[in-house]
């Protein structure tokens, strides 16, 4: 299965938040919040999860959330995206060459999640990999990402240590992981994430798929 069903019960916490913000917030989507970008992609940016104003309103990954402002202009630049990115599900912005999705699909309290939330929507990251059959390159975004996707994927955490533009050789799944900082509004404003770091990374994960096409 792809995607968690509109009103999941796996995780109690994440389910009794969901109700909690459809009471506050009824306009939002407030559910688990579906991947963006085709599955035909070579490119995987994973991310965390969705921000409660972010796309927990939207019902799009990193759409109307401050990390977005940095993500989409970025992949646009370098030629993954087509369109102007306008903080709205329905701007027509499309990813061509990039899927976007994250290791827990709902909004958590105070934007943390824990480690069983993380296992239980591992089975819809599982699926999705499966399902992206051009797929060359997961770019993680912070530490809960890059060892999200190793524990999805098998792979001993202590092997692949997360570190800022570190690229990693997933080699039993033919894949290349890259790593940058969340593209956060904290990190962003206390510098450890700035516009050009991010950009080099993005440089270097376009560079490693035009090597392989």
């Known amino acids: 299965m792809l995607y968690p069903e509109k009103n999941c019960t796996l995780c109690p916490r994440l389910a009794a938040f969901r109700e909690e913000n459809r009471q506050k917030f009824p ?4 559910s688990p919040v579906s991947p963006f970008g085709p599955l035909e992609a070579a490119l995987l940016v994973l991310g965390m999860a969705p921000g409660l104003k972010g796309a927990n309103q939207t019902g799009r990954p990193f759409t109307n959330d401050y990390a977005g402002d940095l993500l989409y202009p970025t992949l646009k630049k370098y030629g993954l995206a087509t369109g102007t990115y306008d903080k709205r599900k329905d701007d027509g912005f499309e990813l061509i060459s990039a ?4 290791a827990v699909r709902c909004v958590p309290p105070q934007n ?5 939330e993380v296992r239980n929507c591992r089975q819809f990251l599982t699926a999705e990999i499966s399902a992206m059959k051009n797929l060359k390159i997961i770019l993680a975004l912070g530490g809960v990402a890059h060892n999200a996707l190793l524990s999805t994927l098998g792979y001993p955490k202590s092997s692949y240590k997360f570190s800022h533009g570190s690229r990693h050789e997933l080699s039993r799944h033919n894949l290349i992981l890259f790593d940058s900082y969340h ?4 990190n962003v404003n206390t510098g450890v994430l700035t516009t050009e770091m991010f950009e080099e990374v993005v440089c270097q994960v376009v560079k490693e798929l035009n090597r392989g096409a």
């Open 183 to 186: 593209t956060s509004r904290y």
């Open 27 to 30: 306009t939002f989507h407030n």
């Open 99 to 102: 899927r976007v999705t994250n």
């Open 112 to 116: 943390k999640v824990v480690a069983d």
